[in-house]
């Protein structure tokens, strides 16, 4: 039986966003019968200097409480602001100021929600913090509890949730996990939730909508430079090299011959290197190694084994990209070489590489 099932009137700390998924998370774990409470995060305001399209936060807290309300929940306002900037904008900006790409959504997991939430809700006596992720949690043939896909594929988070602790899965719902986000919002629809017609919020984790340019500009010193292709001829001017990530194709104006491709950032030379040939061998991967790599299912576990060698799993290292085939090797503690069984194209460094095996999420890393 899937863990989400068993339950005695556990207290369940809700993630309420604001969002659809939240709030029809939060009707099906009251309809199951478990005592909820539910958490606003307050992660970015309007105040903090950035400039930005549109500050959702206050919209986000209005329809949380909303949510709230309609469903009897008591709602707690937990102000992580600082920390976020911290650990999750500071992170962005500097990995765009060291070249490569990084995923906030990512960091926004590990250090907001799975570390920062999840620590207030066990230090105040709940059971489980529950979210609206599209995840599940299941438990394999030996009974060891295993991060796993959503039942829809295409909406499918746990690329952003490889992060969590194998000791956390025990404490952690997914109750829309078993659920297609066309059903989400029929369900949403069908109980009158009060913000059953709110639009799917885009752009970064908590901050909302941005144009990554001007995001940019305003903390980092972007500096002009010549555009090369492999042989160093000048083709023409780039806007600062943190405007642009392996393989983009978009926004490189540089007159006939096109569409171009960015193959290589050169931070030394501040020149953008491109190609304008989408088969072009300098695009391809085969091996990469990767850090701060976190199990969710350690190896040991997964293969029985106390002595690991390579080992055979499937992975991507973008949202949504497909499955590949490929061996990972221990280079030391929290360190992996990964060999793709076929080259990959336009692997950026500071992306994400997230490991699967059958169903189940079992980790990933940052890659180098």
């Given at each position: ?49 950035l400039?930005?399209?549109?500050c ?99 909406k ?16 952690i ?38 144009r ?59 020149k ?36 690991l ?26 360190h992996?070489?990964?060999?793709f ?13 997230v ?14």
């Amino acid at each position: 039986m899937n863990k989400q099932m068993k339950h005695n009137k556990k207290r369940v700390l809700m993630a309420l966003s604001g969002g659809i998924d939240s709030a029809v998370s939060a009707w099906k774990l009251i309809e199951q019968g478990y005592e909820v409470e539910a958490a606003f995060m307050k992660n970015w305001s309007s105040t903090k200097g950035l400039k930005i399209e549109a500050c959702p936060w206050l919209q986000d807290r209005q329809d949380a409480l909303r949510v709230a309300a309609f469903l009897g929940l008591k709602l707690h306002t937990l102000d992580f602001e600082k920390q976020y900037e911290k650990n999750v904008l500071n992170y962005f900006f500097e990995e765009y100021k060291l070249g490569r790409t990084p995923n906030p959504d990512v960091m926004c997991n590990k250090e907001i929600k799975f570390k920062l939430l999840y620590k207030w809700a066990m230090e105040n006596g709940f059971d489980y913090v529950a979210t609206g992720h599209y995840a599940q949690i299941s438990s394999d043939k030996d009974g060891e509890l295993q991060l796993c896909k959503s039942k829809d594929t295409f909406k499918d988070q746990t690329y952003f949730i490889y992060n969590i602790k194998s000791e956390q899965l025990q404490h952690i719902l997914f109750p829309i996990g078993d659920m297609k986000k066309a059903d989400v919002k029929k369900l949403a629809t069908k109980v009158q939730l009060p913000n059953a017609d709110k639009k799917e919020s885009m752009g970064l984790c908590f901050v909302g909508k941005i144009r990554l340019k001007d995001f940019l500009e305003q903390k980092l010193k972007l500096k002009t430079g010549e555009i090369v292709d492999a042989t160093g001829k000048v083709l023409g001017k780039h806007q600062g090299l943190p405007n642009y990530t392996i393989g983009q194709r978009q926004g490189i104006h540089i007159g006939a011959d096109g569409p171009w491709f960015v193959v290589k950032k050169d931070l030394k030379t501040n020149k953008l290197v491109v190609t304008n040939n989408p088969n072009d061998p300098l695009l391809e991967t085969k091996t990469i190694e990767i850090h701060s790599v976190n199990w969710v299912t350690p190896l040991e576990i997964l293969f029985k084994k106390s002595s690991l060698e390579t080992i055979k799993l499937k992975g991507r290292f973008r949202h949504q990209g497909e499955l590949v085939d490929l061996h990972i090797q221990e280079i030391s503690k929290d360190h992996y070489r990964v060999e793709f069984e076929t080259a990959q194209k336009a692997i950026a460094s500071g992306q994400s590489l997230v490991m699967y095996k059958g169903n189940a999420c079992i980790g990933g890393g940052v890659i180098i």
